[in-house]
């Protein structure tokens, strides 16, 4: 695999986690498991494996994003590209309080 090639998959891996990162507060804590397959203009295919989670408990703590890039050959197929990005909870939307009566 050539150096382009490896640069690809990195890359590819930073800017998913920026674009899942950079969504809402509301896409993220309802962003799903997502496994897709990627295609760049090089002809090269990625298998790519995105999650979004709440550190601690939701609506009230910061939210982790993971990705993983997966090459459709060679020897990396077995360990991916990675890529975390972190969302800090300090802008945070107010929550409504809960009633009980």
């Not at 979004?52 to 408990?57: G, S, T, V």
Request: avoid cysteine; charge should be negative.
């Amino acid at each position: 695999m050539s150096e382009r090639d490896l640069e690809e998959g990195r890359s590819l891996a930073l800017r998913t986690a920026a674009e899942v990162a950079a969504l809402s507060w509301e896409e993220l804590d309802s962003y799903e498991p997502r496994d897709d397959q990627v295609t760049l203009a090089s002809g090269h295919t990625f298998r790519v494996k995105s999650s979004a989670y709440w550190d601690m408990d939701a609506w009230q703590s910061d939210m982790q994003v993971s990705v993983k890039v997966y090459p459709s050959r060679g020897w990396r197929r077995y360990r991916p590209y990675t890529a975390r990005a972190f969302r800090p909870g300090v802008d945070l939307p107010e929550q409504d309080a809960f009633s009980f009566g």
